[in-house]
């Protein structure tokens, strides 16, 4: 297949991460970049002599040259940009959050199937090592039964605009669990705190029950004076620990099958700090965003679903809505549909 001309809109902080992938991508020939910042077009022509640009995002959106649309703009404005690109034949990559309302993700699934058009949404951890290593291990039961999952993800900051620290922040940890467990939620429960100065949700907790007994926590936040990026799961025979800081042990798993109780001494667990092996995964480490970009070119080209796909991002923004309505009846818990 020849190489095809991708269009990039939005050449913010997450865009220019996937400008460099697209430069280095041997199934991309010419690059488009729109953003409607004159001050981001200027600065890219200064660096950036072969890329051809502009400030409207409406100009590639229906240029002919285009094969694939990469949007990269804030998520209240990925729904029409996703489906003027299918509309006029493009391929999509979008990134997460996919829209902010399930109905118009519902309505791009239509629109892909209809045209057989190919939907990426960047849930971009799907393609990470460490990520993929814990599906693995799940899948193969090293776990035992699944018993809950412990989800930290916080930072101070960058506080988006149009959207709250749970479909930022907490929308990464969904669409993990999701794949892993390939269950989704019963219930949605969220509780969180409005930062009066920004006048939007920087904190939250987010609770998901499941028919399985497990028991999900999520806690995100824009207000914390440290960046944490843990996940820890429970498993009746395994737990491990996900620390995507940790710059190469990432992974420990912790082994407590054959562990006998002493019952002769109940207080020796209690002193115990740990009740078996530990073990850490070696991964190779890949660029997700890079495994992401060439999953979607390697989907067109084989005329397969990728890894991540729209309904995928249909299932995460499900959830979400179900956390901003629990958020608002004060934390009652809701029902997933
Ligand atoms: N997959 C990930 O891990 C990841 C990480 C960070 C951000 N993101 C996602 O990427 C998206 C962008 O986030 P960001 O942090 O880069 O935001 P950003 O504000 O840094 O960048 C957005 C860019 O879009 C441009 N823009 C806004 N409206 C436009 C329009 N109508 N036409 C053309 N350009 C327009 C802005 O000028 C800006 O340069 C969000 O959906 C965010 O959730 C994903």
């Not at 430069?23 to 200064?46: G, W």
């Not at 240029?63 to 493009?90: C, N, R, Y």
């Not at 996919?98 to 209809?114: G, Q």
């Amino acid at each position: 297949m020849k190489a095809l001309n991708a269009a990039l809109i939005g050449h913010g902080y997450w865009g220019k991460n996937l400008l460099r992938n697209l430069k280095e991508s041997m199934f991309v020939d010419q690059i488009h970049v729109a953003d409607s910042n004159p001050k981001v077009i200027a600065q890219l022509n200064a660096t950036e002599r072969s890329i051809h640009t502009t400030t409207s995002a409406d100009e590639l959106l229906r240029s002919e040259d285009i094969d694939v649309v990469f949007i990269a703009t804030p998520g209240s404005l990925h729904f029409e940009m996703a489906q003027q690109a299918l509309s006029s034949g493009k391929h999509v990559f979008v990134e997460k959050p996919v829209v902010t309302r399930s109905v118009e993700a519902e309505r791009l699934l239509d629109m892909a199937k209809k045209s057989g058009l190919t939907i990426v949404v960047d849930h971009t951890f799907l393609y990470n090592e460490a990520v993929q290593k814990i599906k693995e291990l799940i899948s193969a039961n090293r776990f035992g039964k699944l018993n809950y999952i412990d989800c930290t993800r916080i930072n101070l900051g960058i506080y988006q605009q149009d959207v709250n620290v749970m479909w930022d922040l907490a929308a990464h940890d969904i669409s993990m669990i999701n794949y892993w467990t390939n269950e989704l939620p019963i219930t949605v429960r969220a509780v969180g705190k409005v930062n009066k100065r920004h006048e939007v949700l920087d904190l939250a907790y987010i609770f998901l029950t499941y028919s399985s007994g497990l028991f999900v926590q999520i806690n995100c936040s824009w207000a914390s004076p440290v960046k944490i990026r843990k996940t820890i799961i429970g498993g009746s025979e395994r737990m491990i620990i996900y620390d995507d800081v940790e710059p190469t042990e990432k992974l420990k798993i912790y082994d407590y099958r054959n562990v006998e109780n002493d019952k002769s001494n109940p207080k020796k667990l209690l002193v115990d700090y740990r009740l078996g092996d530990v073990t850490i995964p070696k991964l190779s480490l890949t660029e997700p965003l890079k495994a992401a970009v060439t999953d979607f070119f390697e989907s067109i080209i084989e005329k397969r679903s990728p890894l991540s796909n729209i309904q995928t991002g249909i299932d995460v923004v499900k959830i979400l809505e179900c956390a901003d309505l629990s958020l608002q009846e004060n934390g009652k818990p809701i029902a997933l549909r």
